[in-house]
């Protein structure tokens, strides 16, 4: 079973539509990351949350850790083609360990 | 930049065949991963390397060795192909000797065992 389950599994948005991607993890978090993955390509790193409440963004994807840092949520406003991909959310428990979720496709319908 | 580079990017085998993927990163970076992205299943740490001389096993490490060559290059070596082996592979590296999650990955290695 994973550890960290991210919903929906997939999503089909319209341009210019806003959506939320979730991740929750059964253990509380060191760290919780958010990796996009193009399609057929490598992983690109996007955001580290550490804090309880945490929040960061980088240009229209916001990001969120929860009180108890166990869950987080990605927002993105305004979807363009350019933002499909596969969004992964990773969670450190420590040691050298880093969890991943099974990822989030987003298709964007231009 | 070349970051993290990965060969070969596909191959296929057959069944019993072995074969070594290679990764070398260029970053100066104390740790690296192997792991593999299989659908639904997310990615799956096979081995790790927290800095040149160490090794140690992840989450599914039965049918792989590695060795961590130098401090750039860490490969995987399958021994014996299964077709349970049929997946993407990824190579990560970290500036920290510990994993804080903040990797940075190669493009992929796509594996066939037929």
């Known amino acids: 079973s994973q550890e960290l389950e991210q919903s929906p599994q997939s999503l089909i948005v319209q341009e210019g539509k806003n959506l939320t991607i979730n991740c929750t993890s059964s253990k509380t978090l060191y760290g919780l990351y958010w990796y996009k993955q193009k399609y057929g390509e490598g992983l690109i790193f996007l955001m580290m949350?550490?804090?309880?409440?945490e929040e960061k963004s980088h240009e229209k994807i916001t990001a969120k850790l929860d009180e108890k840092k166990q869950q987080s949520s990605l927002h993105i406003t305004a979807s363009q083609p350019s933002h499909a991909g596969i969004y992964l959310c990773?969670?450190?428990?420590?040691?050298?360990?880093?969890?991943f979720g099974a990822g989030t496709r987003l298709f964007v319908k231009a | 930049n070349a970051g993290v580079t990965q060969t070969p990017k596909f191959q296929v085998l057959k069944t019993g065949q072995s074969m070594t993927l290679q990764c070398a990163q260029d970053m100066n970076h104390n740790s690296m991963y192997w792991y593999r992205q299989d659908p639904g299943m997310g990615l799956r740490l096979i081995y790790y390397?927290?800095?040149?001389?160490?090794?140690d096993k992840g989450e599914v490490p039965n049918g792989y060795n590695v060795s961590r060559l130098n401090k750039r290059e860490f490969s995987l070596r399958l021994e014996s192909a299964a077709p349970s082996q049929t997946s993407v592979y990824f190579c990560?590296?970290?500036?920290?000797?510990?994993?804080?999650?903040?990797?940075?990955f190669g493009e992929g290695s796509r594996l066939t065992v037929l």
């Open positions: 990773g969670g450190f428990t420590g040691g050298f360990k880093t969890i």
């Open positions: 390397s927290a800095s040149e001389g160490t090794t």
């Open positions: 949350l550490q804090k309880g409440g």
């Open positions: 990560a590296s970290s500036p920290r000797q510990r994993n804080t999650g903040e990797l940075f």
